[in-house]
C-alpha cells in the first residue's frame, strides 16, 4: 500500500522563507493571512489529504466511475468524502470574499492544492473544475449571473465543468459546431454533442453548471465565432429550488488509461436552455481567462503525483533489500543492503527530489505574480506580474506534466519489478500522470504557445520579466561564497536561453517551422534554467542555516546538496538541447512523407 | 539643332513654376514668365511671388535653395524677345484656346529656328491647339504633359502631331528623360491622352458606384486604395489631395471630346453636390476641406467624412469619421479574387468599379497607342498605381476577369477576347514580352543608359543571396549588391553578405554597385536602406544579449571598413530614403552615383542612439577636410554635432551635397530608371589605376570642445528644445565627436573615434529610455520625446 505524508516543512520553506511572504500579506485584502493562519491551514490540508483524499486513490482506480441510463456514479466513497471536502471549505479557498469563498492567498492555496493532487488527482478533478468555472465566469460573467451562480459553486453545492471539445475537433476549436440559437426570452437553445467532459455528470452535487462552447446563428467561421453559454444540468426556479431537468444528457464515460475516478462524458445537448456569458464570439478568449489557471493546476497535478511518487519510491528503497554495495556490505546485519545504497537508485531519488523541490519553487514564484495580478493596486507591478504569468503558464504546464509522468516512472523502475504489479499501487501513477501532458492543451501545443506567441510577444517584452530577476540576482550574488559553485552552472543555462531564443526568432523570420521544430525542446531549455534559478535562490538561503550539525540543519544541508545534484547532474542538459534546437527544422521537414 | 540648354516657362501657375523649379532642380537656368501684374510698380511681380511659394510649398518643388537662384522670373512683355535664345518654351497658361493660341502666334514671332515649343495642357486636344497656327511653328511644336507635382511625379506624357520633326521629338525627349528625370511616355493626341482617360473614368466610377450603392466614403477609400495597388489615399482622398474642383473642368473637356460611344458617358452621370461643395470652398485640402475634413482644435479635434448618403440627397453633412472593417478587404491582401468576387455590396462595388476600368482600358488599345507597357507605366507613374491595368488583369487572370465582366453587362473588349485564357505579359527567358494588339508578343524595350535590376535579374539565379539580400551580376566584370529585407534594414545577413561580396569581387570581378530597386514605391517611397533593423535590436536587448549587440556593431564596422579598403571600387547607388546605416553604407562608397531622390541623414538619436557603424568618423573627416572648412577642430565637430544631434535628414542629392553626406565629385541622376547604368559607368571608370583611400588621422578637441558643447545643449534644455534624454544622448556624442580624452594637438586615428562610437552605442542602448524610444518608433512610426 502506498504511502502519502504532506511534504509541509518544503512548503513552508517556500512560502515564508525563499520568497518574502509578508508582502504578499500587505496586498489588499489579505491582512488576515498571517503566516500562523496559512500554517494551519497547510495542516489542516494535509490531514484530509492524508486521512480522507489519499485512502481512496487506489479504490477509485480500481472500481472507476459506472455509467448506467444516463447515470453516472462515483467510486465508493467518494461522496462521503465530497461532503466532508466542502463542509471543510476546501472548495472555496482561494475564491473572492463577495461569493462565499474565502480569499486565501494563491501562493498558500497553490501548496494546497498539490496536496490534493498527490493524495487523489481523480477526485481533485471534481473541485477542479467547479473552481475553473468559477474563474471563468467571474471573469466574464454578468453581475446578475455571477450572483446568481457562483455561491453554490464556491460552496461546492453545484459543480462546474467546461463542454469545449467536440468529437471532430479538440485543439482546433475552429472546427467547433454546437449551435446556440436565441430564444424569445432571451435564453438560447443548445445543440450539439461534446466530448472528454471531465465531471461532466456524477453524484457528488445536485446540480452541475456547464460552460459551452457554441456558435451563434451569425457567427463568423472559425475561432472569431464562438460564444460561451452557461446551461445548467436543473433549471433553478426563482426560488432557488431546483427546477426541471434540461435538455442534455451524458451519453458515456470513456475508459482510459487513467485517471478512473474521474468521470470522463460524452454529453449530449438537445435544446437544452442556455445563457450567453460574456460577448456574443467572444467565447474563446473567455474560456482562456480560465484556461491560463487551469492549465497552471494542471501543472500543480503533475508535481502533485511526482511528490507521491517519490515518497513512496524513497520508503521502498529503504526498505527493500537486494545485493551488496559496490563499495562493500552497508547492512551486515541484513541478508543484503537496502537499494538505497545503490549509485542508480540515489540518482533516480535525487533526479526526482530535485525536480519536485525545484518545481514547487517554481510554482511558489509563479504563484506570487498570480496573487500580485489579482490584489495588488500596482499598476506597474500588475503589468510585470501579467507578464510573468503568461509566459511561464506554458513552462508550468507543459514542464511539471512531463516530469510528473518522468517521476512516477522512476519510483517504478525504483521498485522494479513489483513497481509493475498493481497491489503496490505505484503502476497507478505512471498512469494517471500521462493525462496532464495531455488535457487543456498538449504539451506540444504549450510548447507552441510559448515560443510561438509568448517569445515574440511586443519584441520579446515577457522574457525580460524572467531575465532581469535572474541577471540582477547574478550581479548580487557575485561575492557570495555560498553561490560560487552554482551561479556559472545559473549563467550558462541562462546564455543558452538567450541563445537559443535568438537562433529561433531569427529562423523564424523566413521559416515558421524553425519555431515547431524547436518548440518542445526550447520549453524544457527554459524551464530547466527557470529551476536553475528558483534552485541558486533557494541556495542562498539555505547555505546559511546549514551549518550547524542539528536535525533542523539536515533540512538546509539537503536543499544544497540537492541544488547541487541538480546543478551538475540535470541541468547540463541545456547545452544539448541548444544543440538540438541550433540544428533546424530541416532533419524532420525534408523527410519524405511517403517514407514513415 | 543642339542639345536643349536654354529654357523658358511661361505662366507662373502652380504647374508653370513646379515644372520651372524641376528644370532648375537640374541645374538649368529657366526663364519664368507671367504677365504683367495691373497694378503695383514690380513687373516681375507674378513669377516672383511663385518662384517665393516654391520656397515654402510641401512637399518641396525645388531640391536646394541653389536650384531657387537658377529660376529668373519675367514677364511676357518686357522679356519676351529674351524667349529667342531659348531651346525650349513650355507654355503653362490657362487652359482655353484663345490665349494659348494667341500666345504660340507671338512666339512664332521671336523664337529661334527649331526650338521647341510646348504646351502643358490636359485637356486640349493637339490638333486644336495647332489649327490656325503658323506653319514654321508645327514641326517643333508637342504637349509635354507634366503631373503634379512635377518634381516627384515621374511620368511625362508627349503628345506629338502629324508634322512634329523627329528632331524635335529626339530633342525633347532626350532633355526631359535625361536632364529632367521624366519617363517619357509618347501618346496619340486623344482626348486625356492616356493617364488621365483612364484615371478620370476611375474616379468618376468609383465616385457615381459609390453614391449609388450607398457605399460610405471611407468604405469607397478603403476598398478603391491598397487592396489593389491604388494610392492608400483612396479616390475620395485623392480628390481631395489635387482639389475637387479639378475634376470638372476634365470630365467636361473630356464629355466634349469623346465620341458618342465611348463608356465615359455613361459613368459622367450628375453629381450636384460636387458643385455645391466648390461653391461653398469645400475643395479638398487647399481649401476649407473636402469629402474629409478636420473641426474643432487641439485636443477637440476631429476627423470628419461627409456623409455620402446625405450629399446624395442634395445635403452636405460631415459626420465623425469611421474606421472601415471590411472582411473582404483583409482577405484581399492575400488574394485580390477575394474582395472583386465576393457577391456582397462591398464586393459588388469593388468589382463594379475595377471591372469597368480595366474593361475601358482594354477598349482603348488600339485607340490610345499599341503598346500596353506604355499604359501601365503611365498609370504607375501618372496616378501612383502600383499595377497598371493589364498588370492588374495578369493577376486577376484575363479569362477570370472576361467572365466577370458580364456580370456588369459589359461587353469583353476585342483585345480581351484575342488574348483568351492567356497573359498580357510573358518572360521568355531574360526577356519581358508584352501583348500587342496584332495578337503577337514583343519584348520591352530599354532606351541607352537605361539599366533596371529587374531586367538584369531575369531567368538568372543571384551570385550570392540569403533572406536579406543578393548580390548579382550586372555584366562587364561588375556584381551589384541589392537589399531585400524588410524597409531594406539592415541585419547580420546583409552585413555577413557583404564581407562575402568583397571577397568575391576581388578573386573575380572588377567592381561593386550597392543599389535597391523598387521601381513601384510611390514617389518618396522608396527605401535604399532605412538603417539597422530596430525590431531585431530591440529583440536582442529585451533578451539582454548585450555581447551579441556589441559584436553586430562592430561587424558593421569591419563591414563598412572593408567597402572601403577593398582593392576595387565600390559605388553607391541609392534612391529614397538612406537613413542611419542606411547613410553610413554610402559614406563607405568610393563613390555615390545617387538619384536626385535621394534622402540620406544620420537619425539615429530619433531612437536614442549614435550613429555607431562610423557615420560619426567619416563625417568629421570629411567635413575637417572639406576645401572650404575653416580651420581648426572646432568647426567640424560643430557642424557634425548639428547635424547628427538634430537628426538632420538631406531632403534630396543636392542637399546631401550641400550637407556632405555626398562629396564633390559623387553624381547626380535625375532619372531613377537611370541610376544603376550611371552607377555602373562610374565603377568602371574607376577600375583602372585603382587604390582603396588612405585612412584619414583627424583633429579632435577633446574635452573643451565638449564643454562648449554641452553648454549649447544646456541651453537647448533650458529653452525646452531638448528632452533629459536628449542630453544625455548628446552628450554622448560629444564625447565621440571631440575625441573622447584626446588632447587638441594628437591626431585622432579614424578607428579610435569607432571605438568611441561603439562605447557610445552600447551605453546608450543599456538605457531604459532609448530603448523606449526604439519601441515606440517600432510601434507608431513616430519618434518618442523622452
Same mark, same amino acid.
Given at each position: ?596 | ?30 526663364? +519664368? ?38 529660376? @529668373?522670373? /519675367? ?31 507671338? +512666339? ?72 529632367? /528625370? ?113 473641426? /474643432? ?128 505579359? %510573358? ?36 551570385? +550570392? ?5 543578393? @548580390? ?25 553578405? +557583404? ?47 548585450? /555581447? ?209 562610437? %561603439? ?28
Amino acid at each position: 500500500m502506498p504511502v502519502y505524508k504532506a511534504p509541509l516543512k518544503d512548503m513552508r520553506f517556500v512560502l515564508h522563507e525563499l520568497y518574502d511572504s509578508t508582502a504578499i500579506a500587505e496586498l489588499p485584502g489579505n491582512a488576515d493571512f498571517t503566516p500562523e493562519l496559512i500554517d494551519s491551514v497547510l495542516e489542516e490540508a494535509a490531514k484530509i489529504s492524508e486521512e480522507v483524499l489519499f485512502p481512496l486513490n487506489q479504490v477509485g482506480d480500481r472500481e472507476g466511475c459506472t455509467y448506467e441510463n444516463g447515470v453516472v456514479r462515483t467510486p465508493s466513497g467518494y461522496r462521503e468524502a465530497y461532503r466532508t471536502f466542502c463542509e471543510g471549505g476546501w472548495t472555496s479557498i482561494s475564491s473572492d470574499p463577495d461569493y462565499g469563498g474565502q480569499g486565501m492567498p494563491l501562493t498558500a492555496a497553490m501548496m494546497v492544492e498539490e496536496m490534493f493532487c498527490s493524495a487523489n488527482v481523480a477526485f481533485g478533478l471534481y473541485p477542479g473544475l467547479s473552481h475553473g468555472a468559477y474563474v471563468a465566469l467571474k471573469h466574464s460573467g454578468s453581475e446578475e449571473q455571477k450572483k446568481a451562480w457562483l455561491p453554490n459553486i464556491v460552496s461546492g453545492k453545484w459543480t462546474g465543468t467546461m463542454c469545449l471539445t467536440e468529437p471532430h475537433c479538440g485543439t482546433d476549436l475552429g472546427m467547433l459546431r454546437t449551435k446556440a440559437v436565441p430564444k424569445d426570452d432571451g435564453s438560447y437553445s443548445i445543440t450539439g454533442n461534446k466530448i472528454f467532459i471531465s465531471a461532466g455528470e456524477h453524484d457528488l452535487a445536485e446540480n452541475i453548471v456547464h460552460l459551452v462552447l457554441a456558435r451563434l446563428p451569425d457567427a463568423p467561421a472559425g475561432v472569431k465565432g464562438i460564444s460561451m453559454f452557461l446551461v445548467p444540468k436543473f433549471l433553478p426556479r426563482e426560488d432557488g429550488t431546483l427546477g426541471p431537468r434540461n435538455g442534455m444528457q451524458c451519453t458515456a464515460i470513456e475508459h482510459k488509461m487513467g485517471l478512473n475516478g474521474s468521470a470522463t462524458c460524452a454529453m449530449s445537448f438537445d435544446g437544452a436552455t442556455g445563457w450567453l456569458v460574456g460577448e456574443p464570439h467572444k467565447g474563446l478568449a473567455a474560456m482562456f481567462k480560465m484556461m491560463n489557471t487551469e492549465r497552471l493546476s494542471v501543472g500543480i497535478q503533475g508535481l502533485g503525483i511526482a511528490e507521491v511518487a517519490y515518497q513512496n519510491a524513497v520508503a521502498y528503497a529503504r526498505e527493500r533489500i537486494q545485493g551488496r554495495s559496490l563499495t562493500g556490505t552497508k547492512a551486515p546485519e541484513k541478508q543484503a543492503d537496502p537499494i538505497l545504497v545503490h549509485p542508480d537508485v540515489r540518482r533516480m531519488l535525487l533526479t526526482s527530489r530535485a525536480y519536485i523541490e525545484g518545481c514547487r519553487a517554481l510554482a511558489g514564484w509563479v504563484a506570487r505574480e498570480l496573487e500580485i495580478l489579482e490584489k495588488s493596486d500596482d499598476d506597474d507591478a500588475k503589468q510585470v506580474a501579467d507578464d510573468f504569468a503568461s509566459l511561464m503558464t506554458p513552462v508550468v504546464k507543459a514542464m511539471f506534466t512531463d516530469l510528473g509522468f518522468e517521476i512516477a516512472s522512476l519510483a517504478v523502475q525504483t521498485y522494479g519489478g513489483h513497481g509493475y504489479i498493481r497491489d503496490h499501487g505505484i503502476e497507478q501513477y505512471v498512469r494517471d500522470a500521462r493525462i496532464a501532458m495531455l488535457y487543456e492543451g498538449t504539451n506540444g501545443i504549450q510548447a507552441l504557445d510559448l515560443v510561438g506567441r509568448k517569445l515574440p510577444q511586443d519584441g520579446g517584452r515577457l522574457l525580460t520579466r524572467f531575465l532581469d530577476p535572474v541577471l540582477e540576482f547574478i550581479e548580487a550574488h557575485q561575492d557570495n561564497d555560498a553561490l560560487a559553485e552554482f551561479l556559472p552552472a545559473l549563467s550558462q543555462a541562462l546564455e543558452h536561453v538567450q541563445e537559443a531564443t535568438g537562433v529561433i526568432m531569427e529562423g523564424a523570420m523566413t521559416n515558421r517551422d524553425e519555431v515547431g521544430a524547436a518548440s518542445v525542446d526550447y520549453l524544457r531549455l527554459f524551464g530547466l534554467t527557470s529551476l536553475a534559478f528558483v534552485w541558486a535562490r533557494m541556495v542562498a538561503v539555505a547555505a546559511p542555516k546549514a551549518g550547524d550539525d542539528g536535525e533542523g540543519a539536515q533540512f538546509y544541508r539537503a536543499k544544497v546538496q540537492t541544488a547541487k545534484f541538480f546543478m551538475e547532474r540535470l541541468l547540463p542538459q541545456t547545452g544539448a538541447l541548444l544543440t538540438a534546437i541550433r540544428s533546424g527544422a530541416a532533419t524532420m521537414m525534408e523527410f519524405e512523407d511517403a517514407a514513415f | 539643332m543642339g542639345a536643349i540648354q536654354s529654357v523658358a516657362v511661361i505662366g507662373a501657375g502652380v504647374m508653370g513654376a513646379a515644372i520651372a523649379a524641376q528644370i532648375a532642380n537640374a541645374g538649368i537656368k529657366v526663364r +519664368l514668365l507671367d504677365i504683367v501684374p495691373k497694378e503695383g510698380d514690380d513687373r516681375n511681380a507674378i513669377a516672383r511671388r511663385a518662384i517665393e511659394r516654391l520656397k515654402t510649398t510641401q512637399p518641396a518643388p525645388l531640391m536646394s535653395s541653389r536650384a531657387a537662384r537658377l529660376i @529668373v522670373p /519675367g514677364n511676357t512683355e518686357d522679356d519676351f524677345a529674351a524667349l529667342a535664345e531659348c531651346d525650349w518654351i513650355v507654355e503653362a497658361v490657362i487652359e482655353r484656346l484663345d490665349i494659348k493660341q494667341a500666345l504660340y502666334r507671338r +512666339l512664332a514671332e521671336v523664337r529661334k529656328p527649331g526650338s521647341v515649343i510646348s504646351s502643358n495642357t490636359s485637356t486640349i486636344p493637339l490638333a486644336e491647339l495647332m489649327t490656325d497656327m503658323p506653319e514654321s511653328l508645327r514641326p517643333d511644336f508637342v504637349i509635354t504633359h507634366f503631373f503634379n507635382p512635377p518634381r516627384y511625379m515621374r511620368l511625362l506624357e508627349l503628345v506629338t502631331g502629324p508634322a512634329t520633326s523627329a528632331d524635335a521629338i529626339a530633342r525633347i525627349t532626350e532633355f526631359c528623360d535625361i536632364v529632367l /528625370g521624366k519617363s517619357v511616355i509618347p501618346c496619340r493626341d486623344t482626348p486625356g491622352f492616356i493617364a488621365n482617360r483612364i484615371g478620370t473614368y476611375w474616379i468618376q466610377t468609383a465616385l457615381i458606384l459609390a453614391m449609388e450603392m450607398g457605399i460610405e466614403i471611407e468604405e469607397a477609400d478603403a476598398i478603391m486604395g491598397k487592396p489593389m495597388g491604388f494610392p492608400s489615399t483612396g479616390v475620395f482622398g485623392l480628390m481631395d489631395l489635387v482639389g475637387i474642383d479639378l475634376g470638372p473642368h476634365v470630365n467636361a473637356s473630356l464629355a466634349r471630346l469623346l465620341p458618342k460611344t465611348d463608356a465615359f458617358h455613361r459613368m459622367n452621370r450628375e453629381a450636384p453636390f460636387l458643385g455645391t461643395m466648390i461653391a461653398e470652398g469645400y475643395t479638398g485640402k487647399k481649401g476649407k476641406g473636402g469629402f474629409y475634413r478636420s473641426s /474643432g482644435r487641439g485636443k477637440d479635434r476631429v476627423r470628419e467624412t461627409l456623409s455620402l448618403a446625405a450629399a446624395a440627397q442634395g445635403r452636405l453633412e460631415w459626420r465623425p469619421s469611421i474606421r472601415p472593417d471590411i472582411a473582404e478587404v483583409k482577405d484581399a491582401k492575400k488574394d485580390l479574387k477575394q474582395l472583386v468576387g465576393a457577391k456582397s455590396k462591398y464586393g459588388r462595388y469593388a468589382w463594379g468599379v475595377l471591372g469597368r476600368v480595366l474593361a475601358y482600358a482594354a477598349s482603348l488599345i488600339p485607340e490610345i497607342g499599341d503598346d500596353i507597357a506604355a499604359v501601365d507605366a503611365a498609370m504607375r507613374l501618372g496616378y501612383t498605381w502600383k499595377y497598371g491595368p493589364f498588370e492588374l488583369i495578369d493577376r486577376l487572370g484575363a479569362d477570370w476577369v472576361a467572365s466577370h465582366l458580364a456580370d456588369l453587362d459589359e461587353t469583353t473588349p476585342p483585345l480581351l477576347a484575342k488574348l483568351g485564357k492567356g497573359a498580357f505579359y %510573358r518572360e521568355d527567358g531574360a526577356a519581358l514580352l508584352r501583348f500587342m494588339p496584332d495578337g503577337s508578343y514583343r519584348p520591352i524595350g530599354r532606351a541607352p543608359g537605361v539599366l533596371l535590376l529587374e531586367d538584369a535579374k531575369r531567368g538568372r539565379k543571384p551570385v +550570392l543571396t540569403n533572406k536579406s539580400a543578393s @548580390v548579382w551580376d550586372i555584366g562587364d566584370g561588375v556584381l551589384c549588391f541589392e537589399f531585400h529585407s524588410i524597409m531594406n534594414s539592415i541585419d547580420g545577413d546583409i552585413l555577413a553578405l +557583404l564581407g562575402k561580396t568583397v571577397a568575391l569581387v576581388q578573386k573575380s570581378h572588377k567592381a561593386l554597385v550597392i543599389y535597391s530597386e523598387n521601381l513601384r514605391a510611390g514617389p518618396g517611397k522608396e527605401n535604399f536602406s532605412v538603417g539597422a533593423n530596430l525590431g531585431l535590436a530591440i529583440f536582442a536587448a529585451n533578451l539582454r544579449m548585450w /555581447g551579441k549587440i556589441e559584436g553586430t556593431v562592430k561587424e558593421g564596422q569591419k563591414a563598412m571598413q572593408a567597402l572601403r579598403d577593398a582593392p576595387f571600387p565600390v559605388v553607391g547607388a541609392p534612391s529614397g530614403r538612406a537613413l542611419g546605416g542606411g547613410c553610413e553604407i554610402l559614406l563607405h562608397c568610393d563613390a555615390v552615383q545617387a538619384h536626385a531622390e535621394t534622402y540620406m541623414g544620420l537619425v539615429e538619436v530619433g531612437v536614442g542612439l549614435v550613429p555607431g557603424w562610423g557615420g560619426c568618423a567619416t563625417m568629421l573627416a570629411r567635413w575637417q577636410t572639406a576645401k572650404d572648412a575653416p580651420r581648426g577642430p572646432m568647426p567640424a565637430v560643430a557642424k557634425v554635432f548639428e547635424m547628427v544631434s538634430t537628426a538632420k535628414v538631406a531632403t534630396s542629392a543636392a542637399e546631401a551635397k550641400e550637407l556632405k553626406f555626398l562629396r564633390p565629385g559623387d553624381g547626380i541622376t535625375m532619372n531613377r530608371e537611370r541610376v544603376l547604368a550611371d552607377a555602373k559607368a562610374r565603377a568602371l571608370a574607376m577600375v583602372a589605376g585603382y587604390a582603396p583611400a588612405e585612412p584619414e588621422t583627424l583633429q579632435l578637441p577633446g574635452a573643451s570642445g565638449r564643454v562648449a558643447l554641452g553648454m549649447a545643449v544646456e541651453e537647448f534644455r533650458k529653452k525646452g528644445v531638448a528632452t533629459p534624454h536628449d542630453v544625455t544622448v548628446s552628450s554622448h556624442l560629444a564625447r565621440v565627436l571631440t575625441g573622447g580624452d584626446t588632447d587638441m594637438i594628437d591626431p585622432v586615428p579614424v578607428a579610435a573615434v569607432k571605438d568611441l562610437e %561603439r562605447e557610445a552605442f552600447m551605453a546608450l542602448f543599456r538605457t531604459k529610455e532609448s530603448q523606449a524610444r526604439i519601441k515606440h518608433i517600432l510601434d507608431t512610426g513616430k519618434p518618442l520625446r523622452n
